[in-house]
């Protein structure tokens, strides 16, 4: 057997694992090599890749990803949907996890493989600037990314990586980080537990020796697809851009939706080819394993009925994406925006972030209706209500007391509701008070300027905002939100005294506000 195509006698020397020229037995298996560039920035940077070239295939090298996956499991439902959406992908989704666990150091396949590591950035796109998506144009940062041999123009495939990736956790650290939280709602969070393992396995997926998807035989390519869907923001309801369906919270709702068109493939087709719900799939298995619980944050979550249409902002640390349904119709997210929650992170192609096919091929997925709750496994609803439940129990060991003043004066309807508000902990001691003025009723919590209040011993910010429409006061505080109108569960309101005349101050402009008040309890 003549020597490795390309790869020089120092290269397989320079390889990880080392290839010896002379053994012609010790070439088989797949090993990295090249470097390119990578001694010029650290010194440190060959021994970080090696190492999560080995950490990453420890997230997919062991039972329940490489075989024997439970479709019914809460990581294979949350990631790659349900059964009766992707049983027609299942054999294929299983043999690539299975092939890409062959893909580690040593003598695992009886032919060489090579991957060239690249820290030299050939096609140009680590510094690269590409918006998050909707409103938030801050740039994203690149990572890394992933060519197979006809996009590098080579003989082997490559993986480039960025200055960025080289900050990121080693798996040990990334477990020891996320686990270190005692707060449920951290520690739970998958996110917190992402580092350099799975964006090596991200990268790799993309390549046709992992996934075994040369022409597309057997396994489809696998890629980073794009989503579209609607969203609800300030009462209106807007349409996002496409964007690619990065991290834990986009990867959820890619399998948990059904696409907008019924002449679509259904959620499995997109699931086996898009790379971070397989590589979120096994990062939650390994968590799971690490820590002995799953990691169920964040949560995809369908809006009360009836309840408050404006949440609070939305932040990277809230674990909820939170949708409205509405029958057979396409979902609405409720102030949910891409921003910290995918985004940008990594390119594998040219342009403004684009996909890597054009829209409307076929491939990326415009998010409809919800699949029906009941194809879903009691164990998994039974399941997922004790975790909420861990949530609140956290939330509720801290309960502050709210006493608020609405007020209600003959000023234009878009200005003209006020409040003096009272917050005080769990022991009674005040946290914050409504200044006193001569000069207005209170501070105002209209709609186009809702009142926002965070101070020493609130987690999180309080925000008030009146409502004409339905007659009651919204309340959001982290990802909990209720109105002056909710009576029971662990954040609720009563009414002290007498209600207000709905029809408003009489005799106005010359009669002065009218008021009430209500005395509310949340977890602060």
Same mark, same amino acid.
């Given at each position: ?7 020089? &006698? ?55 990803? /490489? ?9 294979? #439902? ?8 992707? /049983? ?5 989704? =299983? *043999? ?42 801050? %740039? ?13 123009? &080579? ?8 200055? &960025? ?35 090596? #396995? ?15 035989s057997p396994n489809p390519h696998i890629r980073d697809l794009k989503i579209k869907f609607t969203y609800i923001k300030d009462g209106e309801i807007k349409t996002s851009g496409w964007t690619k369906a990065y991290g834990p919270s986009l990867a959820k709702i890619l399998a948990r939706f059904q696409p907008i068109s019924i002449s679509s493939p259904q959620t499995g087709y997109f699931v086996q080819r898009n790379v971070d719900n397989l590589v979120s799939f096994a990062l939650a298995n390994y968590v799971q394993n690490q820590i002995r619980s799953y990691p169920f944050l964040p949560i995809v979550y369908d809006i009360i009925k009836g309840g408050p249409m404006l949440p609070p902002k939305r932040e990277s640390t ?44 076929? &491939?990326?997925?415009?998010?409809? *209706?919800?699949? %029906?709750?009941?194809?879903?496994? /009691? ?31 003959? +000023? ?20 914050? *008070?409504? %200044? =006193? ?36 006061? =919204? ?11 909710? /009576? ?22 010359? *009669? ?8 509310? +309890?949340?977890?602060?």
């Amino acid at each position: 057997m003549p020597r490795p195509e390309d790869i020089t &006698e120092q290269q397989m020397k320079d390889a990880f694992p080392e290839r010896d020229p002379a053994n012609v037995t010790n070439w088989y298996g797949t090993s990295l090599y090249g470097w390119d560039g990578c001694d010029d920035i650290n010194k440190l940077i060959k021994g970080w890749i090696k190492e999560a070239y080995t950490d990453a295939n420890k997230l997919v090298n062991y039972d329940g990803v /490489k075989s024997n996956i439970n479709w019914d499991s809460a990581a294979a #439902l949350e990631y790659l949907g349900p059964s009766a959406y992707n /049983k027609d992908q299942q054999k294929q989704i =299983q *043999a690539v996890f299975a092939n890409v666990a062959t893909v580690k150091e040593g003598i695992s396949w009886w032919t060489p493989n090579w991957i060239r590591v690249r820290c030299d950035d050939p096609a140009g796109l680590c510094s690269k600037k590409c918006p998050t998506s909707q409103e938030n144009k801050d %740039p994203a940062v690149v990572l890394a990314y992933a060519r197979n041999p006809v996009q590098a123009g &080579e003989k082997y495939p490559d993986i480039s990586f960025c200055p &960025e990736f080289y900050g990121l956790r080693n798996l040990g650290n990334a477990i020891a980080y996320g686990s270190g939280f005692s707060n449920p709602n951290m520690k739970n969070d998958l996110s917190n537990y992402e580092g350099r393992a799975n964006t090596f #396995l991200h990268e790799l997926m993309h390549l046709d020796l992992a996934a075994d998807s040369v022409k597309e035989s057997p396994n489809p390519h696998i890629r980073d697809l794009k989503i579209k869907f609607t969203y609800i923001k300030d009462g209106e309801i807007k349409t996002s851009g496409w964007t690619k369906a990065y991290g834990p919270s986009l990867a959820k709702i890619l399998a948990r939706f059904q696409p907008i068109s019924i002449s679509s493939p259904q959620t499995g087709y997109f699931v086996q080819r898009n790379v971070d719900n397989l590589v979120s799939f096994a990062l939650a298995n390994y968590v799971q394993n690490q820590i002995r619980s799953y990691p169920f944050l964040p949560i995809v979550y369908d809006i009360i009925k009836g309840g408050p249409m404006l949440p609070p902002k939305r932040e990277s640390t809230d674990p909820f994406v939170i949708f409205a349904a509405d029958g057979d119709k396409p979902v609405s997210f409720v102030n949910f925006t891409t921003a910290d929650n995918g985004g940008a992170r990594q390119l594998e192609d040219g342009g403004d972030c684009p996909t890597v096919l054009e829209n409307d091929s076929g &491939e990326d997925l415009e998010i409809g *209706a919800p699949i %029906p709750s009941d194809l879903y496994p /009691k164990s998994y609803w039974d399941e997922r209500n004790k975790w909420l439940e861990a949530i609140k129990g956290e939330d509720s060991s801290k309960t502050c007391k709210l006493a608020i003043r609405e007020i209600w004066t003959c +000023e234009p309807v878009e200005s003209n509701l006020y409040a003096s508000v009272k917050i005080t902990d769990a022991y009674g001691d005040e946290i914050y *008070a409504s %200044p =006193q003025s001569t000069r207005t009723p209170g501070q105002p919590i209209n709609d186009a300027n809702p009142l926002s209040l965070q101070k020493n011993g609130m987690k999180n910010a309080l925000v008030i905002t009146g409502e004409h429409t339905n007659d009651y006061i =919204q309340f959001a505080y982290g990802s909990t939100f209720w109105t002056s109108g909710t /009576k029971d569960g662990i954040v609720h309101c009563t009414l002290r005294g007498d209600d207000w005349n709905k029809s408003g101050p009489p005799g106005c402009p010359a *009669a002065p506000a009218i008021s009430r008040d209500f005395d509310c +309890e949340f977890p602060c």
